[in-house]
């Protein structure tokens, strides 16, 4: 018999182990899989493995809420296709199956589906990390820097910076928060905060590396960021101020032009004004010549002859007055909303 705290959650082989009991109940259902992980290993003896879960009585349960806000949390996940084994004992649907089956079919939402998982994820585990360090006298050293600041940190095997920044809430309420890591390398930028916060973690003792000043032209890189910001927070207005007469093949090419925003070999601007007119209705013929244009880039991943036929049919019908009005009304972060709070190098 083996009692711990949550620290044996993570990183340990307890294969010898047939049976786990959590007599408490993590927030974060991520958590509650790591620990089953630990004893589903390879290498276990046990034909079946069993796990038993303590719950709070009902009068404790009625204060925190707990088992309520783990259960929603557990269908989201369960939701994205990822959850293939029961947490608290609800039934298992087969969506991971499901999810394999569009990945075969070249479903293009399924990776969007995927990358709002790794989201919730990310936000549970940096929600534990921040409010565990505003517990320490880290909270002292938050309060006193300067906003706009920056540092070097040394990772192997990786060459770009690190970019946080800040804009007022839509709704006037608290801040909104983007994270983005420009790699050097592939020349993309990064925007999923679990990735970004694998490059950037680390902790009071880690030396601080030398910015490579004279390497990077940090003004130029700041200005694609922000410019990517942008056009995200532009798509997202998008897809919500579409409506339901948008086609798939729209909102399939919107997906697909959102990864050549901000490549060196195409218009950013063109990019982003055929991304609005992709959000406005289109009638039937301009479907199926997207349609074909989609498959001709399915098979070939040559977005050019794309392009060439989204031009032809701006230029023949343009962007719906009504549309771009609703658009501009509709968004709320201009350039100079942006705060920078910091930057970081991450240099191998």
């Given at each position: 018999i083996l009692v711990a705290t949550d620290v044996m959650s993570e990183g340990q082989n307890l294969q010898d182990c047939g049976v786990l009991v959590n007599y408490d109940l993590h927030w974060n259902p991520m958590r509650m899989v790591q620990r089953a992980g630990?004893?589903?290993?390879?290498?276990?003896?046990?034909?079946?493995?069993?796990?038993?879960?303590?719950?709070?009585?009902?009068?404790?349960?009625?204060?925190?809420?707990?088992?309520?806000?783990?259960?929603?949390?557990?269908?989201?996940?369960?939701?994205?296709?990822?959850?293939?084994?029961?947490?608290?004992?609800?039934?298992?649907?087969?969506?991971?199956?499901?999810?394999?089956?569009?990945?075969?079919?070249e479903d293009n939402q399924v990776i969007e589906e995927q990358e709002q998982f790794l989201e919730l994820a990310s936000s549970e585990m940096l929600l534990a990390h921040l409010q565990s360090m505003l517990a320490t006298e880290a909270r002292e050293w938050l309060t006193d820097l300067d906003d706009g600041i920056h540092s070097g940190l040394e990772r192997r095997n990786a060459r770009g910076i690190?970019?946080?920044?800040?804009?007022?809430?839509?709704?006037?309420?608290?801040?909104?928060?983007?994270?983005?890591?420009?790699?050097?390398?592939?020349?993309?930028?990064?925007?999923?905060r679990y990735h970004i916060m694998q490059l950037i973690a680390c902790g009071p003792e880690t030396p601080r590396f030398p910015p490579p000043y004279t390497e990077v032209d940090i003004y130029d890189v700041q200005e694609q960021v922000i410019d990517d910001i942008l056009a995200n927070i532009e798509y997202r207005q998008a897809v919500s101020t579409a409506t339901k007469s948008v086609s798939d093949e729209q909102t399939t090419a919107i997906t697909i032009l959102g990864d050549y925003a901000n490549h060196p070999d195409f218009d950013r601007n063109e990019i982003r004004s055929l991304r609005k007119f992709l959000g406005q209705p289109f009638v039937g013929a301009h479907i199926r010549r997207l349609r074909n244009a989609l498959k001709d880039y399915g098979a070939s991943s040559n977005p050019e002859p794309l392009l060439e036929?989204?031009?032809?049919?701006?230029?023949?019908?343009?962007?719906?007055?009504?549309?771009?009005?609703?658009?501009?009304?509709?968004?709320?972060?201009?350039?100079?909303?942006?705060?920078?709070?910091?930057?970081?190098?991450i240099w191998g």
């Open positions: 630990r004893i589903d290993r390879l290498g276990s003896e046990f034909k079946t493995l069993s796990i038993f879960n303590l719950f709070p009585e009902s009068e404790l349960e009625a204060l925190l809420g707990l088992v309520k806000s783990l259960t929603a949390k557990i269908d989201t996940i369960n939701q994205t296709g990822f959850l293939d084994a029961s947490i608290l004992g609800e039934v298992v649907t087969p969506r991971d199956f499901n999810t394999l089956r569009r990945i075969a079919q690190f970019f946080y920044f800040t804009s007022p809430h839509p709704e006037g309420e608290g801040r909104q928060h983007f994270w983005r890591y420009y790699d050097l390398v592939r020349r993309e930028i990064l925007d999923n036929t989204l031009r032809e049919l701006y230029a023949q019908t343009g962007l719906d007055v009504d549309v771009a009005q609703e658009l501009r009304a509709y968004k709320s972060v201009q350039r100079e909303d942006l705060h920078l709070v910091c930057y970081e190098y």
